[in-house]
């Protein structure tokens, strides 16, 4: 079996209009034909942006565990220097859906901060990496980095490297 798959999609075309700033322009049409684009990328894209579209309000964040996905709406609102999101909406596996009001969802996102922030800081410091963060995001330069990438998957699942680049072709 291989261990990159990629399944190819065949949609079926609309042609629709969309009236977009100008100053915009720039930037919504390159993501757009990258969205729309049928690659792995694209489907990253689409992938990306589904839990987006799951309900009326849009999502202030997404945080999954293996069991319990939340899902923060938006938008935001700060009332007295606390940020109150519009509520949440939970799975819960295998019980199913939980929807919690605007307080119980900011203080659930709260809590889960605080564990991320404590999570992250000690693997950081165990691994001895915390003293290489950078002032600014590093660019990836996806011609080298992918490929890199996809070489330490595949060493990390026990595979050689040729392996799993002929089944990501």
Same mark, same amino acid.
């Given at each position: 079996?291989p261990f990159f798959n990629r399944s190819t999609h065949h ?28 690659? $792995? %990328?694209?489907? &990253? @894209?689409?992938?990306? =942006?589904?839990?987006?579209? +799951? #309900? /009326? ?58 564990? $991320? %922030?404590?999570? &992250? @800081?000690?693997?950081? =410091?165990?691994?001895?990496? +915390? #003293? /290489?963060a950078e002032p600014t995001r590093p660019q990836r330069d ?28």
């Amino acid at each position: 079996m291989p261990f990159f798959n990629r399944s190819t999609h065949h949609h079926r075309y609309i042609s629709h209009t969309v009236q977009i700033p100008r100053c915009l322009a720039d930037v919504l049409v390159p993501l757009a034909d990258q969205l729309f684009d049928d690659t $792995i %990328d694209g489907a &990253a @894209f689409q992938y990306a =942006i589904r839990p987006f579209f +799951l #309900g /009326e309000r849009p999502r202030a964040a997404i945080l999954k565990g293996d069991d319990i996905s939340i899902y923060l709406e938006g938008p935001v609102y700060e009332i007295d220097g606390q940020p109150f999101p519009m509520g949440a909406q939970m799975i819960v596996s295998p019980s199913g859906w939980l929807s919690l009001g605007p307080v119980e969802a900011a203080a659930l996102h709260a809590e889960l901060r605080k564990v $991320i %922030d404590a999570t &992250a @800081f000690r693997w950081l =410091i165990q691994k001895g990496l +915390l #003293g /290489e963060a950078e002032p600014t995001r590093p660019q990836r330069d996806r011609k080298i980095d992918d490929p890199i990438a996809l070489r330490q998957m595949a060493a990390a699942a026990g595979l050689s490297a040729q392996e799993s680049e002929a089944s990501h072709g």
